[in-house]
């Protein structure tokens, strides 16, 4: 779709990170305090941020989630 000859694109993509997109791009000095995207599953979108998993998820979830998406 365009407007006034520029493209517009829809903001709910759902564009979903590489889990190791931090380590790759932060600045050097932050690279201990990056988030670490989680790969519990396919398509997770959990991130660990300071030793914290957001969202957490107990074992048996990821378990089934994993089967689900199989």
């Known amino acids: 779709m365009a407007?006034?000859?520029?493209?517009v694109i829809?903001?709910?993509l759902h564009v979903m990170?590489?889990?190791?997109?931090?380590?790759?791009?932060?600045?050097?000095a932050y690279v201990d305090r990056a988030p670490i995207g989680?790969?519990?599953?396919?398509r997770?979108?959990?991130v660990k941020v300071?030793?914290?998993k957001s969202?957490?998820?107990?074992?048996s979830a990821t378990k089934r989630i994993s089967k689900e998406s199989e």
């Open 38 to 42: 989680l790969t519990r599953h396919p």
């Open 17 to 28: 990170e590489p889990p190791d997109l931090w380590q790759r791009y932060i600045e050097p």
């Open 55 to 59: 969202p957490s998820f107990s074992s």
């Open 44 to 46: 997770d979108l959990g």
């Open 10 to 12: 829809d903001s709910d």
């Open 3 to 7: 407007k006034n000859g520029f493209k």
């Open 50 to 52: 300071e030793g914290l």
